[in-house]
């Protein structure tokens, strides 16, 4: 090897972003990149844990104005070293954001990273004693700015909803239909119970519909809650979330807590923000249900926030 090929080979490799200066000498708000794959883990408060596929979005921002350009590896290095199988916490984002800012080198101040993925929990038959699995798709937002973490959350809910308004009308249905076929002031019990199983006792149903619930939410300087929880919460707060495995005796019982819970959108909307203002985590937050009615080719829904998320 002769030395003309040896000065070749150590002869250092370019770098535009670090030698040349920007065209236009402005700062600029975010750069970075999106949709990185990234595992991750989750740790629930029963001790196990959970093993995520997320897609982050990692950005800084370039307050040095004549600088080209900002040192995108390092950006992905960092989330891999402090983020990548590792668990989610306000912690690891804390320590991942202040890191990313590190990286640069003094031309970016703040950082942020966006984590969306589907938190995957067990559910059990209502009846049945069977269990299957519901997805809930989750994004976390976590921003580092002026040595202050942000951290957001949203989350999608899907429920169950029935109308009251039909309800009531497919009862007087039901009650105009009794009328005329078991006249006089007396009816036989037993003839009722047949007519009342049989396709002639099919008078009228109240329409059902799939219902969403979207959130977002502002976390104080202290709380990351435990996921699996903030779902439990809002369902149990909304009644009759989806089902995942039915049986006849499940779907029965689904039928059952329906008929038990009906609900107007409004009906949704102030249970949930009853469980929002209920939570001291919670410091601001913005809300939309949304029911994709089976009667309308329209949607009814319902928005509202507390302060200024979702503006």
């Known amino acids: 090897m002769n030395n003309k090929t040896s000065m070749l080979k150590i002869k250092p490799l370019p770098d535009v972003a ?43 921002s370039l307050n040095s104005p004549d600088v080209k350009g900002i040192h995108m590896s390092r950006l992905y290095l960092q989330m891999n070293s402090h983020l990548a199988n590792r668990s989610l916490s306000r912690e690891s984002l804390a320590q991942l954001l202040s890191f990313m800012v590190e990286s640069q080198q003094g031309i970016s101040q703040g ?49 169950s909803s029935t109308c009251p308004c039909s309800a009531s009308l497919s009862r007087q249905l039901y009650s105009e239909a009794v009328d005329r076929e078991f006249g006089g002031t007396a009816i036989d019990k037993e003839a009722l119970l047949l007519w009342l199983q049989s396709d002639a006792g099919s008078i009228a149903t109240p329409h059902s519909q799939r219902s969403y619930a979207y959130l977002k939410m502002q976390l104080d ?46 009906d ?25 009615e089976s009667l309308h080719a329209h949607n009814a829904v319902v928005i509202d926030q507390k302060y200024t998320a979702g503006n």
């Open 111 to 159: 950082a942020r990273i966006q984590l969306k993925f589907d938190l995957l929990l067990q559910r059990n038959s209502l009846k049945s004693n069977k269990q299957g699995y519901q997805s809930y798709p989750f994004i976390i937002s976590a921003e580092l700015l002026d040595d202050r973490l942000n951290i957001k959350l949203e989350l999608t809910i899907p429920y």
């Open 18 to 60: 670090a030698h040349h200066t920007a065209s236009h000498a402005l700062t600029l708000q975010w750069v970075g990149m999106e949709h990185i794959a990234l595992p991750i883990r989750l740790d629930f408060g029963d001790n196990s844990q959970q093993s995520i596929s997320a897609r982050a979005d990692l950005y800084v």
């Open 268 to 292: 949704a909307a102030r249970r949930i923000k009853r469980s929002l203002e209920a939570m001291d985590e919670i410091t601001d937050y913005w809300f939309k249900v949304e029911h994709q």
């Open 221 to 266: 300087d202290h709380s990351f809650p435990q996921l699996p929880e903030l779902v439990d919460r809002f369902e149990k707060a909304l009644g009759t979330p989806v089902q995942t495995v039915v049986k006849r005796s499940d779907e029965q019982e689904f039928a059952r807590l329906n008929a038990e819970n009906l609900m107007f959108c409004e």
